[in-house]
């Protein structure tokens, strides 16, 4: 079984651009997040994606990250414009449903530097 | 929201020594999950504790649970240069996982 799949896996922009990254989930999966993990933290949920509906996203910063999965399948995300405070990996990740305990399988992440 | 404290956090320790690391919360939590992440990569899960006092075991790591259900710990035993990584807990929080801020482990051969 593949993983998830993301990409790309590094991008470095300048503050003020707009970057989009990209998550294909593990086949199956309904339940999609989308994660930013700073330096030295543990990963925030941003997003939670059902099939193709949002299920949270109250910690997404909407005035700049805006978040979709149009068929249920692979999901975009999007930062327009970057900030410093920006500079982190996105990580996104997949649970199948009726998982007991919210077991989710990660992919290896996007690394972003904000100059 | 519940908040997921770990101690220490950075450990770094020489080839075949034991070490163990901590996750703490005044919460209660249903379950507990422990992952680690490898540098560059993402988390991958390695157990799921729901009972209170539950040890277990998986070859060389051994996870316990509290009895009260506020904290785990997470135990190796002939730590090896392999056993590198971001050492993370996770409990649920509503229907999400609130994440730890990690321990980093670093083995040294």
């Known amino acids: 079984e593949a993983g998830v799949a993301q990409s790309p896996r590094y991008k470095i922009i300048e503050k003020r651009q707009s970057v989009a990254f990209w998550c294909n989930p593990i086949?199956?999966?309904?339940?999609l997040y989308w994660y930013q993990q700073i330096l030295g933290q543990g990963p925030k949920l941003l997003i939670q994606?059902?099939?193709?509906?949002?299920?949270?996203d109250s910690q997404l910063p909407k005035d700049r990250f805006s978040a979709e999965r149009l068929k249920g399948v692979d999901s975009t995300l999007k930062i327009q414009p970057a900030k410093l405070e920006d500079s982190a990996v996105y990580l996104c990740?997949?649970?199948?449903?009726?998982?007991?305990?919210?077991?989710?399988?990660f992919g290896p992440g996007t690394r972003l530097t904000v100059l | 929201t519940q908040l997921l404290e770990q101690s220490p956090q950075f450990l770094s320790i020489q080839e075949g020594e034991n070490l163990t690391v901590y996750c703490n919360s005044s919460?209660?939590?249903?379950?507990l999950q422990w992952y680690r992440q490898e540098p560059g990569e993402g988390p991958v899960l390695l157990v799921t504790?729901?009972?209170?006092?539950e040890v277990k075991k998986l070859k060389r790591l051994t996870f316990q649970f509290g009895d009260a259900r506020k904290d785990s710990s997470l135990h190796i035993t002939a730590a090896q240069t392999g056993d590198t990584g971001l050492y993370l807990c996770?409990?649920?929080?509503?229907?999400?996982?609130?994440f730890g801020a990690g321990t980093t482990v670093t083995v040294r051969a």
């Open positions: 990740a997949s649970r199948r449903a009726g998982v007991k305990y919210n077991e989710q399988f």
């Open positions: 086949s199956g999966h309904a339940t």
């Open positions: 994606f059902q099939n193709n509906g949002v299920v949270d």
């Open positions: 919460s209660v939590f249903s379950s």
């Open positions: 504790v729901v009972t209170g006092g």
């Open positions: 996770a409990g649920p929080n509503d229907y999400k996982l609130s």
